[in-house]
């Protein structure tokens, strides 16, 4: 699973450059579950070869990141709480995570936006409440960007580090292996664990009167 998914990934980004970092981006920002954690370390990897440069992965992905939240943003505006209620559990968002969000909402305000685009799972979901919480739509790009430029910097830089020692150093590639067999065991246990979620949600269990 976890190959399949590099391989499209990669695939993506060597076939249409910097507009396959925006474009992969966008559909993670837009609540599907694209690991950015892939995207942009193999985006920092290309950096290290002189295909892209750091920059531009950078600003393409954080550009990718506010055309996808603001998809998530106008859902969660126009189709509010009901939508969230009916449909969230496809995205792995219940009410009870609705709930704590738009609290974090009513104390901190729109910084929830900016702070949330920097922690991982969280910025993948944070513009569907956004948009239910009505938060101004400027204020939001704005936010959107500002958290997510740091994020899109960090994981490519990574990249562009791990891409340089790579050749180097075998127990870096050694250590790789043991860390991408580890990734694909979370995977499955967590494919496996939203499968049961989703069953358990269509098949509520009967409770005796």
């Given amino acids: 699973m976890i190959a399949a998914l590099a391989h499209f990934i990669t695939s993506v980004i060597s076939a249409l450059g910097y507009a396959g970092v925006a474009g992969l981006m966008a559909l993670e920002s837009a609540c599907i579950p694209l690991p950015s954690e892939i995207i942009l370390p193999f985006s920092g990897y290309l950096v290290s070869t002189g295909r892209f440069d750091l920059w531009m992965v950078a600003l393409a992905g954080a550009i990718g990141c506010n055309l996808g939240s603001t998809v998530a943003w106008a859902v969660g505006y126009v189709g509010g709480r009901p939508l969230v209620e009916r ?40 513009a569907l409440p956004a948009g239910i919480a009505r938060m101004n739509f400027w204020t939001f790009q704005l936010y959107t960007f500002v958290g997510s430029l740091p994020w899109c910097l960090g994981l490519a830089y990574a990249g562009l580090r791990l891409g340089r020692a790579w050749d180097s150093s075998p127990r870096l590639q050694s250590f790789m292996h043991g860390f991408t067999l580890l990734t694909g065991l979370a995977i ?11 069953w358990r949600d269509h098949h509520p269990r009967r409770r005796d009167a």
């Fill in 188 to 198: 499955l246990i967590f494919a496996a664990w939203y499968a049961r979620k989703l």
């Fill in 87 to 126: 449909w969230g559990r496809y995205i792995l968002l219940d009410q009870g995570e609705l709930v704590l969000v738009e609290r974090f909402f009513a104390r901190f305000g729109a910084v929830t936006v900016l702070v949330s685009r920097m922690l991982p799972i969280v910025r993948t979901y944070i």
